[in-house]
């Protein structure tokens, strides 16, 4: 299951906001997955299993599967639990590699590592200035400006049911230009992605990226209940470190 693709989930992946379904680069079962038009967030818990496929030019297929464990509660905070490259199931006993936690409400992430109980805490970074707030400053705008790129075209997909839930499917198809990386062709990305939006969660995603190859992340074992509350809380037998997040310089002002 994760980014991630999870990614982050940021950053690791696994703890990274998902976007309006119409948004492009959503990330299958990312715990964040709530929307931002003020409704009720919608708890849940499900495994994320993430599979990707390259294919060499000899033939040769490469596969990697990987799966996390994802719950998030009705305040919108979440939990990733990254158990690595057991896919197909983890048992109750089983330990994942990682864990993170993300608490909007306090405004904080968490990173645990469960071999030796220690955990990393980080305040939540405010947003950075919007592309109109950064036109608007001059000092912001140093050096050129990069290379247009073709606008990406969206399908609508239509809907169906995937664990139960009504999803609606959209894919982004994104094309690099002859020579814009390096490439003597033209390259084309596809991004399919279904996302049941009456409760914000993001159930399957296909990517195709000829450098990467293909990426199938879908969720499983959706259960719509409120996990534990324990579960978004630094467990009291881990040693705490408090990671400051980065200053960055200031613009020089006239």
């Known amino acids: 299951m994760c980014l991630v693709v999870l990614g982050a989930i940021g950053s ?7 976007p309006k379904p119409a ?45 996390t464990r994802v719950y998030r509660d009705s305040q919108g905070r979440t939990r990733h639990e990254n158990y690595g490259t057991r896919a197909d199931s983890a048992r109750p006993d089983d330990s994942p590699q990682s864990i993170s936690i993300f608490d909007p409400v ?4 968490y990173y645990l590592n469960p071999s030796d109980h220690r955990a990393q ?60 990386e390096g490439n003597d062709k033209p390259m084309q990305m596809t991004s399919e992605s279904w996302i049941a939006a009456k409760e914000g969660i993001v159930l399957l995603q296909i990517s195709n990226d000829p450098r990467r190859g293909e990426r199938v992340m879908h969720l499983t074992n959706l259960v ?16 705490l470190e408090e990671l400051r997040p980065v200053a960055k310089p200031e613009s020089p002002s006239d």
């Open 121 to 180: 805490r980080r305040e939540v970074p405010k947003p950075s200035p919007s592309p109109a707030a950064r036109a608007a400053n001059p000092s912001a705008n140093l050096g050129p400006a990069p290379p247009a790129m073709p606008r990406p075209t969206r399908e609508d997909l239509g809907t169906q049911v995937i664990e139960g839930l009504e999803a609606r499917g959209e894919r982004i198809t994104r094309i690099i230009p002859e020579g814009a």
């Open 224 to 239: 719509l209940e409120e996990p534990p509350a324990e579960l978004f809380q630094l467990p009291a037998d881990y040693t």
């Open 12 to 18: 690791p992946s696994f703890a990274q906001q998902v």
């Open 23 to 67: 948004s492009p680069g959503v990330v299958a079962g990312t715990a964040n997955a709530q929307e931002t038009r003020g409704e009720a967030v919608v708890a849940y818990s499900a495994d994320q299993v993430s599979v990707t496929t390259q294919t060499l030019t000899d033939g040769t297929t490469i596969t990697h599967k990987s799966l």
């Open 106 to 109: 306090a405004g904080v992430n």
